[in-house]
Antibody, heavy 122, light 107 residues
């Protein structure tokens, strides 16, 4: 059974880099044809796609965040990671890691982690 | 970037009634639209993908329709556990975008 678990600091200072890791169990991040992604949700607001990575390593980013975002994958640890630089209070949100669905097309988000709350504050 | 709008913002209904939620895209997304349910304190759950395909384990009372720019999520005979926020999402191309959500609350 697929399980995704986000981990990382819950508090990040302004101007620093937010770093989160998603550990996948019950599946392989290297599975052919699948995309893995990060989505966030500020408190009381809607969902915002941050970016996604294909099993091959190709990445896709939200243009509004692209200059600050890096998503990477480590098949040896079965994890993928998010780095968001130069954070401000506007980056305070619940961060979800996820697996896209269906295979090869990534037209939806089929599986979600439970989310981790990251607060940006000094 | 394709912008999704959802209406109404809030829908107040009673158990047993039918909920009809709308999602409109700023340009055609073909059939590449998905619907999610989100309850307080929980991650979203995929209900529908490709406009009308129910995800695994989703009850038949949830149905999706539409293509191009206009889509509908219908929940027939609302159960108490169906009161939640519903989001639509498209990915006909990158970037993937979400609508602002419709809250279905109990009258």
């Amino acid at each position: 059974q697929l399980h995704l678990q986000e981990s990382g600091p819950g508090l990040v200072k302004p101007s620093e880099t937010l770093s989160l890791t998603c550990t996948v169990s019950g599946d392989s991040v290297g599975s052919s044809g699948y995309y893995w992604g990060w989505i966030r949700q500020p408190p009381g607001r809607g969902l915002e796609w941050i970016g996604s990575i294909y099993y091959s390593g190709s990445t896709y980013y939200n243009p509004s965040l692209k200059s600050r975002v890096t998503i990477s994958m480590d098949t040896s640890t079965n994890q993928f990671s998010l780095k968001l630089g130069s954070v401000t209070a506007a980056d305070t949100a619940m961060y979800y890691c996820a697996k896209h669905w269906p295979r090869f097309r990534a037209v939806s988000v089929g599986f979600w982690g439970q989310g981790t709350l990251v607060t940006v504050s000094s | 970037e394709i912008v999704l709008t959802q209406s109404p913002a809030t829908l107040s209904l009673s158990p047993g009634e039918t909920a009809t939620l709308s999602c409109r895209a700023s340009q055609s997304v073909n059939i590449y639209l998905a619907w999610y349910q989100q309850k307080p304190g929980q991650a979203p759950r995929l209900l529908i993908y490709d406009a009308s395909n129910r995800a695994t384990g989703i009850p038949a009372r949830f149905s999706g329709s539409g293509s191009g720019t206009d889509f509908t999520l219908t929940i027939t005979s609302l159960e108490p556990e169906d009161f939640a926020v519903y989001h639509c999402q498209q990915r006909t191309n990158w970037p993937l975008t979400f609508g602002p959500g419709t809250k279905v609350d109990m009258k």
